[in-house]
């Protein structure tokens, strides 16, 4: 090699070196976050992004998302599908967004799993509740009686070729509460893995889900709160690439002659549920941990952690009692870690 090849061949590693750290430099990810309300709820998203354009075609496509889920799901809506649903209970099909049939399917699917404690045909007993609506009240055991035979899940006829579904009994509410969240921050994950997002976290109420790493590396922490004192943490789990859900009976509740009656019933009783206070999951999907929080809680700590326990989808599971003890499940160790 003459002197002058040499002197080249420097350059030209010089010039890759330089391209390489130009490449690291412009590739460094930073921090976006966007809060916005949706489906009732505060909800957080933030995101590593190259740069502010990608971060905000992002954000937008999350904001997008959980609109589309609310605008598709919420009842109490008239301009939604689940509104239209119910309106036709008992007299025929409605035609839906295949989003809406897959949340009903995979609820479905877990009504089975969970031994009916997860029902999304709950609706007409949570109308006579009214939690969180502007006059609720107990009512009647007749007029809960009278309501648990809308409850039957075999009556939804799911037609996934024609995307229509019926609820074949007149006086039938679907009530997605339980479920669509979760359903918009798995969508929302997806969205933003398919734009190259890699590192991300989504705080949707009681549904949190992380991806790859914070940015000082170190693995995302959430806190899961005390029932009877919100503002402290009972225990702090570890979740990575996962979802964790959380559901309470101090999130939607109101009191009567100093009980206490919250917005998750027992499908089988109709009245809400006394085995737990709080309940939390990790797993892969969101929807799920979704569903599976809330049946937890009907199922209360025994029945529930031995559910949790056989089911692998469940990372972790953790229940507060009424008696105010945790109960985890076998694996819940290797996520706590306080
Ligand atoms: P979550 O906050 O996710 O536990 O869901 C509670 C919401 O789900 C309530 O506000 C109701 O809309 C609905 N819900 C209440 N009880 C049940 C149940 N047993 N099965 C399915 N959904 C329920
Ligand atoms: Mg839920």
């Not at 609720?136 to 579904?165: F, H, Q, W, Y």
């Not at 009656?261 to 941990?289: F, N």
Request: glycine share 8%; with cysteine.
């Amino acid at each position: 090699m003459t002197n002058k090849d040499s002197r080249r061949a420097w350059l030209a590693w010089i010039l890759i070196c330089f391209l390489v750290l130009a490449g690291c430099v412009q590739k460094q990810a930073r921090f976006y976050q966007r809060d916005f309300l949706a489906m009732d709820t505060y909800i957080s998203c933030g995101i590593w992004a190259e740069n502010q354009e990608q971060a905000e075609l992002a954000l937008d496509q999350v904001e997008r998302v959980f609109i589309e889920m609310e605008t598709l799901s919420n009842r109490f809506d008239a301009k939604s599908q689940v509104y239209q649903l119910n309106q036709k209970a008992g007299k025929g099909p409605v035609v839906v967004n295949p989003d809406l049939i897959e949340m009903v399917n995979i609820a479905l699917q877990w009504t089975e799993r969970t031994q009916g404690a997860f029902n999304i045909l709950i609706g007409s007993a949570m109308d006579l509740w009214g939690v969180g609506a502007e006059n609720p009240r107990v009512p009647e055991e007749e007029e809960i009686a009278a309501v648990l035979p809308l409850m039957d899940c075999s009556k939804i006829i799911v037609d996934v070729g024609n995307s229509t579904l019926f609820l074949s009994q007149a006086g039938m509410v679907m009530d997605l509460g339980g479920v669509a969240k979760g359903y918009a921050v798995d969508q929302a994950v997806l969205i933003l893995q398919s734009m190259g997002i890699k590192d991300l976290v989504i705080d949707a109420g009681s549904n949190v889900y992380t991806l790859g790493r914070r940015g000082d590396d170190s693995p995302w922490k959430i806190g899961v709160q005390d029932p009877r004192h919100p503002e402290e943490v009972v225990a702090l789990l570890e979740v990575s690439n996962a979802a964790l859900a959380s559901s309470g009976d101090y999130q939607r509740y109101f009191e009567r002659a100093g009980i206490l009656y919250h917005h998750i019933l027992d499908p089988a009783t109709g009245y809400p549920a006394r085995g737990s206070t709080g309940t939390t999951v990790i797993m892969q999907s969101a929807v799920e941990a979704d569903i599976l929080s809330t049946a937890l809680f009907v199922l209360g700590p025994e029945q529930g952690i031995a559910l949790a326990d056989n089911l692998t989808q469940v990372q972790a599971a953790l229940i507060i009692g009424a008696d105010g003890e945790l109960y985890g499940n076998d694996s819940l160790s290797r996520f706590r870690l306080e």
